[in-house]
């Protein structure tokens, strides 16, 4: 692999942890995260920041630079709000109400922020059901044969299209999927990012309580209907989100990375807090890493009650 090319994010805790500043051209990351622990807003986060933090580095010149999302869950239309509500909100600081939004106006500031470094933006959604591994691969090279070049498919996500009628094992649906998309992507240096849901076997762990989740799970083998599914990927990124008595914070671990970059182990764990206004700060543009690296000092005692029991 070469770091040509590679995609940053708006925040430097996930550029450090990565070794190389960012995403690898042509990599399949994956992040890994229970339930409602926030892996469609990762995936919504990087598709508002890595256009917006890189210039394209193109290997065809005669091409045009497209940063590409697909859907199997929402629509364009349902994701736009939440994005111009964190992107407006980190710019002003002030609270946007989600029903007061105009959606012409949303589209027409994304459009803008979006598109300010040269990338072109494609935002498509399909029904999962009888969509395959074989029709993203169709849509990927309709974009192509338009005078596109692909740097990263925002993918949302793979293990919905991967429902067998065929009666072939889940997991191995899984795997070939990777495999047979990881396959196309790699040689054009179309950087995928994924999400996938972690087991009951890992729930069971986070039940146990703590700020450590992450790292208990980065070793591989913890995902859902199909654990053999790190043994597949370039990248693999865990998530969970914890809350404290006064704050909420998404914890992120590093798994396996093909190339094993040498990262220091204390860049490899790591938390970001969830703000009243904006969610997640993006800390890239100012500079000064909001990454925090000690787990163990988000454990905060919750408040004794007073004396009215309040």
């Known amino acids: 692999w070469s770091e040509s090319g590679v995609l940053k994010t708006g925040y430097i805790g996930l550029n450090r942890m990565m070794g190389v500043g ?8 994956n992040f890994g995260a229970l339930t409602h622990n926030y892996k469609t807003g990762i995936l919504l ?7 917006r933090y890189n210039t394209p580095y193109m290997f065809d010149p005669s091409k045009k630079a497209l940063m590409l999302r697909i859907s199997f869950e ?4 349902q994701d736009l ?5 964190k992107l407006v909100e980190m710019a002003t600081g002030q609270k946007v109400v989600k029903k007061d939004i105009d959606p012409r106006e ?8 979006f598109e300010s470094k040269g990338y072109h933006i494609a935002w498509r959604y399909y029904s999962p059901n009888d ?3 074989d029709h993203l691969i169709a849509v990927l090279e309709e974009y192509e044969q338009k005078g596109y070049e692909i740097h990263c498919l925002n993918l949302d996500y793979l293990e919905l299209i ?3 009628k065929s009666g072939k094992r889940e997991d191995l649906m899984i795997t070939d999927s990777v495999e047979r998309l990881r396959g196309y992507c790699y040689p054009r240096g179309i950087t995928v990012l994924n999400a996938h849901q972690l087991s009951t076997e890992a729930q069971n762990i986070a039940r146990e309580g703590g700020t ?3 790292s208990r799970v980065a070793q591989g083998g913890w995902y859902m209907n199909c654990k053999s599914l790190h043994t597949k990927l370039d990248l693999e990124i865990l998530m969970h989100i914890v809350k404290t008595a006064d704050a909420s914070y998404l914890t992120f671990a590093r798994g396996k990375m093909r190339g094993e970059v040498d990262v220091p182990m204390k860049h490899r764990v790591f938390a970001y807090k969830f703000e009243e206004v904006g969610g997640i700060h993006e800390d890239y543009p100012s500079g000064e890493c909001k990454a925090i690296y000690d787990l163990n000092s988000l454990n905060k005692p919750i408040a004794e009650a007073d004396d009215d029991g309040w």
């Open 212 to 214: 450590n989740f992450v």
């Open 162 to 164: 991967c429902k067998s």
């Open 74 to 77: 929402n629509r364009p239309q």
């Open 106 to 113: 949303a589209a027409r500031y994304i459009k803008e922020k």
């Open 22 to 29: 960012g995403f690898l051209r042509g990599f399949f990351c």
């Open 45 to 51: 986060d990087m598709f508002m920041q890595i256009p």
């Open 81 to 85: 709000p939440d994005i111009y509500k």
């Open 131 to 133: 969509f395959t591994v």
